[in-house]
């Protein structure tokens, strides 16, 4: 979701002043990873604020060569927007300038619509949709009154409901860059040398600094070349506390890869060899001793990390003998929460750890005090700062716009989590929990296996490529994983996709099926295999082309063509190979059909706003 970068002072590395601009367009191509779909700039240029907008995939690299490589400057801005309020246009797209202010925002402001009738009574037109532009033009009308930027934004943060992260220019005072924290991440970026930054992540900054501030929520700032000066919402001054970014994790490289989601596809044996490691080393729990102690578990997610949830109900519920339910983050927040009795525990899962629908939902359980706990892949994110414990998954920078590796990641911490708690409340003998261990060595050896036999695959994507629909079916976890499966295809191929529980199909989807019509089954649950199996026979004698994603110990005779065979591991562990092939058809489908698979159309990694 939309990228913030700024900046203030020379860069005295630069021997060439017309360079001074770099590090937004450096900065915004580290941002892309969240998602956008127009890009802008402002800077002060012979003290007069110029503003520069493109629409579209190539956005970014059309402001550096219109813009960028031509001009000299000691303050900037730079926003990559993923639209929420009117559509992607060159009136819609980012900064705004409204009289002396011009801005670049991350995030909704909720009462735009009462906020715009008061500033048009005021006088103030509006050429865009945004809730942004009415954001400026309220501080530029609070400016008016003050002539003073510090009482301007404490106004502001009164009087504006949502969250939002700002990047603000006054064309009054050519030294100060603002902004302003409420809800979405912004950092400052320090330095020494005579400028400082902001950025929505540090990451848009590592060629320039590894030192920052993490503004705290119902924060502004004012940002000089040699000076930061950050104040709570009563005004009053504030100490932070200066980080400084391991530059080794960045990853930021293909790897010789075509795509960063194939290298991330593939780097999942390595994760999940992390993720064991960390494990034998501490004990997915030796951090969370109380675990065992809740009579419930409430799992918070979105999109994938949802479907990963899931395959934590299941895992939990069979092998530690929990009850857990999992809700979709956004639609728990408004619930009213019944079990207020302290035993059951609320997990958030989020790679980014910004999720605004999973941190409203952690903050809704906190609000009737239940304890809560993230599922982390992105280390210092927001959510870490509300929950009372932390998971950190171990998939590393995840650049690929739809999860590959994080989502495995977050499947494995939750199978590790059931596996202790099963051992722990005795529902897993000593035996049982030994022979795990010994799998978990074995399975990156099988998780390459399947990665290696890409053709079948390929085979698999050109029979759905030009199909308009696609169905995937499963039962228990098998139906979780068709999930997930049929997510990626929609995220990546474009590719319409419905995933059922195999036994519910007949109850009225079924009337869908035609001659060919691609139906992928999961068939890994030996219990469950030789009903799923007569749900694929029943779609099979209505036309369709059932495709089995089978574990080798169960029988595919009952299909002709095109199973794919996968090793069959305990059950504990069986979703982490399973998913692979998933992932694999979803993305040879889409590269068939010329998708940007790293950057899907319409999606964002960091979903920032609600
Ligand atoms: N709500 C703003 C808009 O639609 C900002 C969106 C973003 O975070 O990129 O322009």
């Known amino acids: 979701m939309c990228g913030i970068v700024g900046f203030v002072g020379k860069d005295k590395q630069l021997d060439k002043e017309k360079k001074s601009l770099s590090v937004l367009i450096d900065g915004l191509r580290q941002l892309q990873y969240r998602g956008y779909d127009s890009a802008g700039v402002a800077f002060f240029e012979d003290n007069i604020v110029k503003v520069y907008k493109e629409i579209g995939i190539e956005s970014i690299n059309l402001l550096e060569q219109n813009v960028i490589s031509k001009v000299s400057s000691n303050l900037g801005v730079g926003h990559t927007r993923w639209a929420t309020h009117g559509e992607a246009s060159i009136d819609n797209c980012h900064p705004h300038q409204v ?52 009482k301007t ?113 593939k780097e999942q044996s390595c994760v999940f060899r992390k993720s064991v490691e960390k494990y034998q080393k501490s004990g997915t729990l030796k951090s969370l001793p109380s675990l065992a102690k809740y009579k419930k578990i409430k799992i918070v997610a979105c999109g994938s990390a949802y479907h990963a949830g899931l395959i934590g109900k299941y895992l939990i519920e069979k092998f530690a003998e929990i009850p857990v339910d999992v809700e979709i983050a956004s639609e728990y927040r408004y619930n009213k929460i019944l079990d207020v009795n302290r035993k059951t525990l609320v997990i958030g899962i989020s790679q980014s750890g910004e999720t605004a629908d999973t941190i409203k939902a952690l903050e809704h359980a906190k609000e009737s005090d239940l304890d809560t706990l993230g599922i982390i892949n992105a280390a210092g994110s927001s959510m870490e700062r509300i929950v009372d414990y932390i998971l950190n998954t171990c998939a590393g920078r995840e650049i690929g716009v739809a999860t590959t590796k994080a989502y495995s990641a977050q499947i494995t911490e939750l199978a590790f989590m059931a596996l202790d708690l099963g051992k722990k409340l005795k529902h897993i003998e000593k035996e049982e929990y030994q ?83 691609p139906v992928l089954a999961i068939i890994t649950d030996p219990n469950l295999a030789s009903k799923t199996i007569s749900n694929c026979k029943e779609v099979m004698a209505r036309g369709a082309n059932v495709i089995p994603v089978i574990t080798d110990s169960i029988s595919n ?34 590269v068939l059909r010329d998708c940007n698979v790293d950057k899907p159309k319409n999606l964002a990694k960091s979903v920032t706003v609600e």
């Open 435 to 517: 022979n795990i261990l010994e799998e978990l060595k074995t399975l990156p050896i099988k998780i390459d296996q399947i990665l290696n036999t890409r053709d079948q695959y390929l085979e698999i994507a050109k029979i759905i490529m030009n199909k308009n629909d696609v169905f995937y079916l499963g039962r228990g976890i098998d139906y979780a994983l068709a999930m997930e499966g049929s997510l990626k295809l929609k995220e990546l191929s474009y590719i319409h996709s419905e995933a059922y529980t195999a036994g519910e199909l007949k109850h009225g989807t079924i009337s869908l099926i035609e001659k060919d019509t």
């Open 99 to 150: 009289g002396k202010i011009t801005l670049v925002h991350n995030g909704i402001i909720e009462n735009y619509s009462e906020l715009k009738q008061e500033l048009i009574h005021l006088d103030y037109s509006f050429k865009s949709e945004t809730d942004t532009e009415v954001g400026a033009a309220l501080i530029d009308y609070l400016y008016h009154q003050t002539n003073d930027m510090n």
């Open 153 to 265: 934004l404490l106004e502001f943060m009164k009087r504006v409901k949502g969250a939002y992260a700002l990047g603000i220019i006054n064309s009054d005072d050519p030294k100060k860059l603002f902004a302003i924290r409420n809800e979405n991440p912004l950092i400052i970026g320090i330095t020494n040398e005579g400028r400082n930054y902001i950025a929505s992540d540090i990451i848009a900054l590592t060629s320039y600094t590894n030192h920052y501030i993490e503004m705290k929520n119902e924060s502004f700032a004012v940002i000089k070349d040699n000076n930061v000066s950050i104040y709570n919402k009563s005004g009053l001054l504030v100490d932070n506390e200066i980080k400084i970014y391991d530059m080794g994790n960045t990853e930021i490289s293909k790897n010789g890869e075509s795509t960063f989601t194939l290298k991330e596809i």
């Open 557 to 590: 005779l009952e299909f002709k063509n095109n199973s794919i065979v996968i090793p069959t591991v305990h059950p504990l562990l069986q979703p982490i190979l399973t998913v692979i092939p998933l992932q694999l058809i979803a993305y040879e489908a889409a």
